[in-house]
C-alpha cells in the first residue's frame, strides 16, 4: 500500500508562510498526478491544488492563485505547497492526495487513489 505523511503545518499569524512536505512511500507508490486539499470545520474538503506526472503542468483553487506554489521532487517522491500571503480564511487541515486516476479531473476528489492524514493549518488574525 501507498503511504502519505504531510508535515509543515502550524500557528502563523496573517500575512505569514508555511511550507508543507508530503512525503510518499510504499512499493505501490507512483509518480501520478497528485494534489493538495483542504477541510475546514463544518466544510466538505475542497481542492486547493494540483500537480501533473512530471511538474509540468499545475492547477490552483482561484483564491490561492498567486499565494501557493505547488511543486514535487520525484527523485525523493515528496510533493510540496509553498503557502505566502496566508489569510484566517486559509485555517484547514491541509490533505495530500496522489495516483489521480481517469477519467476524472484534477480538482474531483474521488480521482485520487491515496489520502495522507493532513496537517493542521492555523492562521490568526
Known amino acids: 500500500q501507498v503511504q502519505l505523511v504531510e508535515s509543515g503545518g502550524g500557528l502563523v499569524q496573517a500575512g505569514g508562510s508555511l511550507r508543507l512536505s508530503c512525503a510518499a512511500s510504499?512499493?505501490?507508490?507512483?509518480?501520478?498526478?497528485m494534489g493538495w486539499f483542504r477541510q475546514a470545520p463544518g466544510k466538505d474538503r475542497e481542492f486547493v491544488a494540483a500537480i501533473s506526472r512530471t511538474g509540468g503542468s499545475t492547477y490552483y483553487l482561484d483564491s490561492v492563485k498567486g499565494r501557493f506554489t505547488i511543486s514535487r521532487d520525484n527523485t525523493k517522491n515528496t510533493m510540496y505547497l509553498q503557502m505566502n500571503s496566508l489569510i484566517p480564511e486559509d485555517t484547514a487541515v491541509y490533505s495530500c492526495?496522489?495516483?489521480?486516476?481517469?477519467?476524472?479531473?484534477?480538482?474531483?476528489?474521488?480521482?485520487?487513489?491515496?489520502w495522507g492524514q493532513g496537517t493542521q493549518v492555523t492562521v490568526s488574525s
Open positions: 510504499g512499493r505501490s507508490f507512483s509518480n501520478n498526478a
Open positions: 492526495a496522489a495516483d489521480r486516476l481517469p477519467p476524472y479531473d484534477y480538482d474531483d476528489l474521488k480521482g485520487y487513489n491515496y
